[in-house]
């Protein structure tokens, strides 16, 4: 089993910057590719950002290319999402996931395994 705790969320004025962090307990095995999806109420949970289990491999949604940065810490046991140059789109409950079996199945939330509670992110004018 893997547990996940995102942590980070705020109130932030455009153009202004926040870091996500996921904290990941449990065993090692299993947690394959990690990422972070956002969602707004009544629309469905959007993929953002993707890495693997070593933190090399990293690919953003379009809309966050550029400005979004998924890492992991040293000892592979925190994900972060760096996020600058927020926008009034990027609202919303941010998710980090972890459990998905290949790197082709990262976009889609059915891939993951294992799910953090989401950390809220609001950005005003």
């Known amino acids: 089993q893997v547990q996940l705790m995102e942590s980070g969320g705020d109130s932030v004025q455009a153009g202004g910057s926040l870091r996500l962090s996921c904290e990941i307990s449990g065993t090692k095995s299993g947690r394959d590719y990690m990422g972070w999806f956002r969602q707004v109420p009544g629309k469905e949970r959007d993929w953002v950002a993707a890495?693997?289990?070593?933190?090399?491999?990293?690919d953003y949604a379009h809309s966050v290319k550029g400005r979004f940065t998924i890492s992991l810490g040293s000892a592979k046991s925190t994900m972060y999402l760096q996020m600058n140059s927020l926008t009034l789109e990027d609202t919303g409950m941010y998710f980090c996931a972890a459990g998905a079996p290949t790197w082709s199945s990262r976009f889609s939330p059915g891939s993951y395994n294992y799910w953090g509670q989401g950390t809220q992110v609001t950005v005003s004018a």
């Open positions: 890495t693997g289990p070593k933190g090399i491999v990293t």
